[in-house]
């Protein structure tokens, strides 16, 4: 089992920035590629981010490209891991609930989501 733990949300202008964070722990957790997915009021869930485990590779939805980094702590310890996410020049429209995933990186395996974080943008 993962547990995963956002942190880091809150109100700012447009403009501003924000340093999401994800606590990420689990005995099997290099078996995980962690991310951040985002729900917005009446919307679907969406993917903004992702790390392989190992931290090599990133990628990112086209409407956060250039403006947020996603990266991972470099702690040899393989079964704590923390991921960030780095949100510069927020709009109003990034303004939603800001959660971490544990994706199974095998071919059938449980997910984990937290429990989200809010992250509110005013124009």
């Known amino acids: 089992q993962v547990q995963v733990v956002e942190s880091g949300g809150g109100l700012v202008q447009a403009g501003g920035a924000l340093r999401l964070s994800c606590a990420a722990s689990g005995r099997r957790l290099s078996l995980y590629n962690l991310g951040w997915y985002r729900q917005a009021p009446g919307k679907e869930r969406e993917f903004v981010a992702s790390i392989i485990y190992n931290g090599s590779t990133a990628n990112y939805a086209d409407s956060v490209k250039g403006r947020f980094t996603i990266s991972r702590d470099a702690r040899s310890d393989s079964t704590k891991k923390t991921v960030y996410l780095q949100m510069n020049s927020l709009k109003p429209e990034d303004t939603a609930i800001y959660y971490c995933?544990?994706?199974?990186?095998?071919?059938?395996?449980?997910?984990?989501w937290g429990q989200g974080t809010q992250v509110t943008v005013s124009s």
């Open positions: 995933k544990a994706t199974f990186r095998g071919s059938a395996g449980t997910d984990y």
